[in-house]
């Protein structure tokens, strides 16, 4: 038998995943991370005493046409855009725009218990007052008009706005948008969460749920790498903190968005909707959002949007399949007045 000769390496270097998904060696810290990407964390006042944390990435003063972020419950921009953001995929995008991650009140990793404002009664922003302090963003940096890039609950919030203020909307992207109010089985698993999540705890039914609510079933199944990740990400959550950002999004209203024809059928049939912008409505295929995203898509103008459903992908497009969508979004801009844009190759 041949006999195995042991081999000393040298000069190994060791790399890791960090917990928002890009890779860094073993000496990198998020700090690094942070000035890598030309990251920097700022904090803007709001109506009714709340503050906003925004991650700005690149320099507002330079002025770049402008991309927020808002991100879905159970997360915050680390966890639901860091990584798809600071890809090299989006590297087009940096080079470009400045983009302005906003994190719900309280929902930063590792945040303090929030108190009640002085100045308002209510313990948390409800969906439209989440949607009016994007305006407060918008004075802080100067801002006229901005492109939205949502998931979940931050499409939500993104759909109001374009509403409330359809000039300083240009462009949306929405990942598993809702339009209506919360069904049945949402209220009563979510009901359940918030009886542990407002006790600071947040327990296996929890977690189980929003895994499901993000990735769905299939991908939660077959995918445990992902299923784990996130599965840390909402340990760093406040319970407090996120009981009350799900009990909002659990009463919000319905939107309102509609469409109408304009013209008879037989001219064309042409349409209008009340969200004037272009947007590119995006669900992956296995996503337990897709009915609501094609609810979304019935009543949009059909010049205007873009239904895009990606294969191979349960809820968590961002991380399972970021290629295609950020081939999708340069797609959308360019037909939209940017069109220098070129996706760099792998």
């Known amino acids: 038998m041949e006999q195995l000769t042991e081999v000393e390496f040298k000069g190994v270097k060791l790399v890791e995943m960090n917990k928002y998904g890009f890779q860094k060696d073993n000496t990198a810290t998020d700090v690094d ?115 939205g890039f949502g998931a979940g609950a931050g499409a939500n919030v993104f759909l109001r706005f374009a509403l409330s203020h359809p000039q300083m909307m240009e462009s949306l992207v929405l990942i598993n948008p809702t339009v209506r109010k919360a069904g049945w089985v949402e209220w009563g698993y979510l009901k359940l969460a918030l009886r542990y999540l407002n006790s600071g705890v947040t327990n296996r039914h929890t977690e189980d749920y929003l895994v499901w609510h993000h990735l769905g079933y299939k991908t939660s199944y077959e995918n445990e790498d992902l299923c784990n990740m996130y599965r840390h990400f909402l340990a760093q959550l ?68 873009t239904w895009f459903k990606v294969s191979d992908s349960g809820g968590f497009v961002q991380e399972e399949n970021p290629c295609k969508l950020v081939e999708a979004f340069i797609l959308m801009l360019k037909g939209n007045g940017y069109p220098t844009l070129e996706q760099m190759k792998p």
């Open 238 to 305: 406040c319970p407090e903190n996120l009981a009350r950002f799900i009990q909002v999004f659990l009463e919000r209203s319905d939107i309102g968005v509609k469409r109408e024809a304009t013209s008879a059928k037989g001219d064309g049939g042409s349409f209008r909707s009340n969200i004037t912008c272009p947007v590119l409505n995006v669900v992956g295929a296995w996503s337990p959002h897709v009915e609501e995203s094609v609810d979304l898509n019935t009543k949009l103008n059909p010049n205007e949007a």
């Open 33 to 147: 991370v942070a000035l890598q990407f030309d990251i920097h964390q700022m904090s803007v006042a709001c109506e009714g005493g709340w503050r906003l944390t925004v991650h700005v990435q690149g320099k507002h003063q330079d002025k770049k046409p402008a991309i927020f972020t808002y991100h879905d419950i159970g997360m915050n921009f680390g966890s639901c855009f860091q990584s798809l953001f600071c890809s090299q995929e989006m590297a087009v995008i940096r080079d470009h725009f400045t983009i302005y991650h906003i994190t719900a009140p309280g929902q930063e990793d590792g945040a303090r218990p929030l108190p009640t404002p002085l100045t308002d009664p209510n313990p948390y922003p409800n969906m439209d007052q989440l949607a009016d302090q994007l305006v407060a963003v918008c004075h802080k940096f100067n801002l006229k008009k901005f492109i």
